[in-house]
């Protein structure tokens, strides 16, 4: 079975990595520009997933999130926030309106690639070779003085996640459990 992931973003950019992203896989993927355009292809076409961004015209994705959510046969689509604000307040904002999981912008497409695949079950198209990872850029540590000399270091580590970043548990977590009460 084909799953349907629909990209909601302003962004042609961020929606050509999202085709890139997910070529490997027997899913089909639609794309809008903004809310309005967002809405109408998830009541044509009911995708198991949508990617959905904060900041857009014509109507931003909180706001499309909220009709999405009021809606008897689009409430149930699992949707995941893109968004260049990740702060907790807007975390929280987007948390309580019932989202699966949200990515802060920028991000790889590993980072996206296994958000998704928490989310929806996707399987690789036969014949497609499993990605192989880039080498990463060595870290050389600055020697000091009558120390030897500098050793690789290995991989640069990955920024730490935004406060209140996502984690594998965000959709699973009660309100409460967000707010902290």
Do not use: W
């Not at 076409?45 to 994705?61: K, N, S």
């Not at 999405?68 to 926030?81: E, F, H, Q, T, Y």
């Not at 730490?160 to 967000?178: M, R």
Request: proline content about 9%; overall charge positive; glycine content about 6%.
């Amino acid at each position: 079975m084909s799953h349907k992931i629909l990209t909601v973003d302003d962004s042609r950019t961020v929606r050509v990595l999202v085709q890139r992203t997910f070529k490997a896989y027997e899913c089909q993927i639609f794309e809008a520009a903004n809310g309005v355009e967002g809405l109408a292809m998830a009541a044509k076409e009911l995708p198991d997933l949508i990617l959905l961004d904060v900041t857009m015209p014509v109507m931003d994705g909180v706001e499309m999130l909220s009709k999405l959510k009021s809606d008897p046969d689009l409430k149930n689509i699992r949707v995941m926030m893109l968004t260049a604000e990740g702060s907790r307040e807007n975390v929280l904002k987007i948390a309580k309106l019932g989202i699966r999981d949200y990515l802060v912008k920028p991000f790889k497409e590993k980072s996206l690639l296994e958000k998704a695949l928490k989310i929806v079950e996707l399987t690789r198209k036969p014949g497609e070779p499993e990605p192989v990872a880039k080498p990463s850029a060595m870290k050389l540590p600055i020697a000091s003085i009558g120390s030897r000399a500098p050793q690789a270091a290995g991989p640069a580590p990955e920024p730490p996640p935004a406060p209140g970043g996502a984690d594998q548990n965000f959709g699973k977590a009660q309100p409460a459990q967000l707010t902290g009460t």
